[in-house]
């Protein structure tokens, strides 16, 4: 049975020309949502996945803006509203290493070199130029991981292990 991932929530429309405003999930916004990429609509209590292409995408303010091939006004795109856009495992695709899917990261187990346990990952944050692993720590105290070389220096997905250089202030 193939495993679906979520890419983003059709939340609203925008305009009239069939321009639907998604909250994006995606770890790779640019490569989701290029025109004549298919991306499957599962509407709120149902199963089967509806197909949809692509047409366009733009970003504008924290949304994504997509329109998709023969969805051309806001009457035949109103429907979608709160439908979750997904794509199938099969078409997650091959990542260079040190590269990671989000769902491969959130719940990974992090301790330090010395072995001290930091805590559980729950939220990946992507502020800029690197992302940022947000860890629940002892007593429910977050900490933020850079991910970057000199902090991050092992990642075993397959065990959910991911070991840091302890920095000064960074987990004081």
């Given at each position: 049975m193939e495993k679906w991932f979520n890419v983003g929530k059709i939340?609203?429309?925008?305009?009239?020309?069939?321009?639907?405003?998604?909250?994006s999930k995606?770890?790779?916004?640019?490569?989701r949502y290029k025109a004549g990429n298919v991306l499957y609509l599962f509407m709120p209590n149902s199963n089967?996945?509806?197909?949809?292409?692509?047409?366009?995408?733009?970003?504008?303010?924290n949304f994504e803006l997509l329109t998709f091939e023969g969805f051309?006004?806001?009457?035949?795109?109103?429907?979608?509203r709160d439908g979750i856009l997904k794509v199938p495992e099969s078409q997650l695709g091959i990542l260079a290493e040190d590269e990671f899917y989000y769902h491969e990261i959130i719940g990974?187990?992090?301790?330090?070199?010395?072995?001290?346990?930091?805590?559980k990952i729950v939220e990946i944050l992507s502020p800029g130029a690197n992302d940022v692993w947000v860890v629940k720590?002892?007593?429910?105290?977050?900490?933020?991981?850079?991910?970057?070389h000199d902090v991050v220096k092992k990642v075993d997905v397959?065990?959910?292990?991911?070991?840091?250089?302890?920095?000064?202030?960074?987990l004081s």
């Open positions: 939340v609203n429309t925008q305009g009239i020309k069939g321009e639907v405003r998604v909250i995606t770890d790779f916004p640019e490569k089967t996945p509806f197909e949809l292409t692509v047409k366009s995408h733009r970003t504008h303010k051309n006004n806001i009457n035949e795109v109103e429907k979608f990974c187990h992090v301790t330090t070199t010395n072995g001290e346990e930091i805590g720590g002892k007593g429910g105290k977050e900490v933020l991981i850079p991910y970057i397959q065990e959910k292990i991911v070991i840091i250089e302890p920095i000064e202030g960074l």
